[in-house]
């Protein structure tokens, strides 16, 4: 629900474009996810290709983990190539190797595009950089591009920005690229056993938006439709055991003790989604509710004043649409009041 009528109201007349996150490994859409998502008005989709990551052996950041196409994409959508990159393939990479690297990947996405003959008129790049990568990582985007003119002159790049940049863009700085992503998700400290909900939290986006018509980059929008389940041993972070749902850790009675709204203590040894847990384990269930998300998209929505802007939802998979509600996704797309 939006935050008041007046904020409502408020909002900009945009255009909108829908998309979606395509973070999975294999590429494999049936016939009812390609008749949904041409429901849903899709124009493109950010496809994560592969990853950029350390490689100790070698000593070096190569491209890992490639996407496997076992299907065509409809060619009347474009394709966005995102790439990951870790912070440490960034830290561990010296100054001088940064336009290697930056040939490295321009040459990968290069070659999968070209393989699978998508339409392609940018391409995005995924780093949580912090103060001590910023100089790096800026570098090598400008490498790419330099890289990307002489593939395509209108071909344009693109980046994340998380909130923590944008309330502190002075300090973070503005990276080189056509267009930010604005990723609303993972809001809070998901190994903190006291945060209520890491993936969103409505009252924590406030805190960090009040500048957001300020930043200068025109933003996108990426909103979660996710879940997870956190573990946490001896008060202790533990890990993430990724899409898990309330019907997932609600059925298992003779697992799992219900404690609380979304914590549950594990009641005896046992393996589960390929994770050995023990007596007295606690998880916390993480969720992007359908309330939460509606309520954020809103107050976004009054604070992002671009002109025309893509509002992409992270990430695709029927088990994700079926769990949210394709009715609260098309909630959600209609925030943004289009021309």
């Not at 049936?30 to 052996?57: C, G, M, T």
């Not at 972070?237 to 990724?242: C, D, L, M, T």
Request: aromatic letters at 10%; a neutral charge; charged letters at 20%.
């Amino acid at each position: 629900m939006p935050d008041t009528p007046t904020e409502q109201r408020s909002r900009p007349t945009q255009h909108r474009n829908n998309s979606f996150y395509y973070w999975q490994s294999v590429w494999k859409l049936s016939d009812s996810s390609r008749r949904y998502l041409e429901s849903q008005n899709i124009e493109h989709l950010y496809l994560k290709l592969f990853d950029v990551a350390w490689h100790p052996e070698q000593q070096q950041a190569i491209p890992l983990a490639p996407l496997i196409v076992q299907n065509p994409i409809p060619p009347q959508w474009q394709v966005i190539p995102t790439i990951f990159i870790t912070n440490e393939a960034i830290e561990q990479t010296s100054e001088a190797d940064i336009p290697l690297l930056a040939q490295k990947i321009s040459q990968k996405i290069q070659t999968m595009v070209q393989a699978n003959a998508w339409k392609v008129a940018q391409w995005q790049f995924d780093c949580d950089w912090t103060n001590s990568t910023q100089t790096r990582y800026f570098s090598l985007l400008q490498h790419i591009r330099q890289n990307t003119a002489s593939i395509d002159t209108e071909l344009r790049l693109s980046a994340t920005i998380r909130l923590h940049q944008v309330k502190y863009v002075q300090d973070t700085g503005v990276p080189p690229v056509d267009r930010g992503m604005l990723m609303v998700y993972n809001t809070d400290d998901v190994q903190n056993m006291q945060t209520e909900n890491a993936i969103l939290q409505h009252k924590t986006v406030q805190r960090y938006t009040s500048k957001l018509s300020q930043y200068p980059l025109p933003l996108d929008v990426a909103l979660p439709i996710f879940s997870w389940a956190v573990v946490f041993r001896n008060g202790g972070f533990r890990q993430i055991i990724n899409q898990i749902t309330l019907n997932d850790l609600t059925r298992q009675t003779k697992l799992f003790r219900r404690i609380g709204n979304n914590r549950f203590k594990v009641q005896k040894n046992a393996q589960w989604k390929g994770v050995f847990l023990l007596p007295n384990d606690q998880l916390r269930l993480d969720q992007s509710t359908a309330d939460e998300v509606l309520q954020t998209a809103y107050h976004i929505a009054t604070h992002n004043r671009a002109d025309s802007l893509t509002i992409a939802l992270f990430h695709f998979a029927p088990d994700a649409i079926q769990q949210f509600g394709q009715d609260n996704i098309t909630a959600i797309w209609q925030t943004w009041k289009t021309q």
